[in-house]
Structures are given as C-alpha cells and as structure tokens.
C-alpha cells in the first residue's frame, strides 16, 4: 500500500499491507466509515477464506487481522471480494461486494472463478458484526470482480465483469439484499473475459462514472 497526506500530489514508499507466508493475500475491498474514523479493509487467503483488518488512524497502522468463516458458505469453493471497494450507504449501512464459485475446476487459480455468482457482506453496526446479504445473483451472467455504487433514489448498482466483451449490471432495491435486476450493459464495453472495471457515483453532476 502507499499513503498520500496531500489529496494525493504525493505518496509514500510501498508498503506491504498484508502478508500471510506462502498463502496469497489479495482481493481487497476496503471502505471508509467517516464517522468512527475507521477505514474497514476485507481481503481473502488464497480465495478460500474472508479476512478483515481496520485502522482508525487514517491507516498508518492496522489491527490484526482475523478470519470471518460466517462470510463464505460450505459449498463455496473459491471466494472473491471487490474489486476495487466496499460502500459506505447513505443509511450507514456497509456493504462489500463479492463473488464466489461451487465448481470445482481443480486447478485452485483464478481460471476456476470463471463460473461465479455475486454476493453481499454487509454491516448494520459500524463494522461490529458482518452478515452476508444476498448469497446469489447475477443469473446466468457468471459475474465477478464488482464495483458497487449507490443512486440518488438509494437503489444500489452493482457493475461486474464477466466472460463476455460487455459488463453486467445488477440492480438492488433493498440495499443490496436481493437483486432483481441483472443485465449486459451494452456501452459498457471491455476486452475479452474483461478485468476489474471502476464506478463510482458523483454526487455534484448526478452522474456515474465508470472506468
């Protein structure tokens, strides 16, 4: 990680923000929570396991880590978070976007996330207990590596890659509990099988911005 103290015209020497020996630490979705001064970052070990750390000094330091077996399902045999990030709600309510797959594609890499659903953990206490909200969505799309973002009447927008050239959005009215809403994004294009795609709401021009 690097840190800016700025507004980003400058950043600090590389850091290593987690390390777990020989097991892979990645997939993180942090979010910030302004209002307890902590920043909140979920990651996964070898996308088998959901870990989280905090920091609540700007993240200069950081709590030890610890896993959160409640944040996967038995059948859930590769799990994924973001990215790039979790959400804060306007209703203050955290939500991290995640993805996971029940295929066995018996090669334990990322090729084997191919076949995946989305999912929800969510946060109704500032981060003191974590639920997963919607254990399933993205229909047939195989969605994973999501951005979510939240519209001016509070729906969330859940923007995805999948194995396609366009991504896919998923539309939730009840903060990203369910979703019934899922489809292609035709001008939202991408390469081949695609890679992490970014989106965030700006509130000043009402407008969503994707890159």
Known sequence: MRR???EGETWSELTIFQSHGNNTSGNIAPVSVPEINTIFAPFTVDNRATWMTRSTDDGLTWSEAFEMPDMRKDDWIWVG???PAGLLLRSGKILIPGYHNTINMGNGSSLGSGFTKGHTMMSDDNGDSWYLGSEEFGDHYYVNELQAAQLPDDRVIINSRVLNDKRVLSISDDEGKTFKENRIADTLRQT????EG????HSEQNKLLYS
Request: with cysteine.
């Open 4 to 6: 800016s103290t700025d």
């Open 81 to 83: 978070l973001g990215p």
């Open 192 to 195: 081949f099988q695609g890679c």
């Open 198 to 201: 970014s989106m965030i709401f």
